[in-house]
């Protein structure tokens, strides 16, 4: 079947770094995506790989290993406004993005 | 660029009416157009893919005939939750590839719609 796994809450201090862990099955692969969703707002996107290695993007980066079927979001300079929820989504095969069920980061000063 | 609309933000309807959530994007055409469902502190929810000028494909479990969706034109789609029961209370958010493109790869999303069902 197809599955994605991750943290359900992390806390982290402000001005700290933070690594969101995902790990997935799917059917067939076409990339994974990270998408940071606001309480009561639609989810934005933050980033996508599909090549194994890190993606840097300002104070965000994203690691895909394919092999172990192994993602991470790593968030820098945690600023309070990083609280939120972190989903991580796997593209199957058909192009459907399955979902996991999100990672409730807490910010504290 | 690839903003994608939804109307209304949010709706409180009373058991048995139906409600119909209109998705749009702005500037860029979408053949293709998904609607979620999440309840609270829940993951994304495929309910069906929304392709234009032809049936969506619902998701094993959504009830086609009380989720209708019409995908009339490259920019609309539709979601009609007939005979809305407090069951269907949910935040309905739909998203919508580029058509073509390097980025056609990518769902945008709308800004999703509160249904409250009393």
């Known amino acids: 079947g197809q599955n994605i796994d991750q943290p359900t809450e992390m806390t982290a201090t402000e001005g700290a770094i933070v690594q969101i862990n995902c790990t997935y099955q799917?059917?067939?692969?076409?990339?994974l995506f990270w998408y940071q969703q606001h309480a009561g707002e639609a989810p934005t996107f933050l980033s996508y790989?599909?090549l194994d290695g890190l993606e840097e993007k300002g104070r965000f980066s994203s690691f895909l290993s394919r092999s172990k079927g192994y993602s991470y979001l790593l968030l820098k300079e945690l600023q309070m406004k990083d609280s939120a929820s972190y989903l991580c989504?796997?593209?199957?095969?058909?192009?459907?993005?399955?979902w996991g069920a999100g990672t409730k980061l807490i910010i504290k000063p | 660029g690839a903003v994608v609309s939804q109307h209304p933000s949010w709706v409180i309807c009373k058991s048995g009416t139906s409600v119909k959530i209109e998705c749009r994007s702005l500037d860029f055409q979408a053949t293709t157009m998904f609607w979620y469902r999440q309840f609270p502190k829940q993951s994304l929810m495929l309910m069906a893919t929304?392709?234009?000028?032809?049936?969506?494909?619902?998701e094993q479990g959504v009830e086609k005939d009380k989720f209708l969706i019409n995908h009339a034109s490259l920019t609309l789609s539709t979601l009609t939750v007939t005979s809305a029961h407090p069951e269907d209370s949910s935040f309905y958010i739909c998203?919508?590839?580029?058509?073509?493109?390097?980025?056609?790869?990518?769902?945008?999303f709308g800004p999703g719609t509160r249904l409250t069902v009393l």
């Open positions: 929304s392709n234009e000028g032809s049936k969506a494909t619902y």
């Open positions: 989504a796997s593209m199957d095969s058909n192009y459907q993005l399955i």
């Open positions: 790989n599909v």
């Open positions: 799917t059917s067939g692969f076409n990339g």
């Open positions: 998203s919508a590839h580029l058509d073509g493109g390097i980025l056609s790869i990518e769902q945008f």
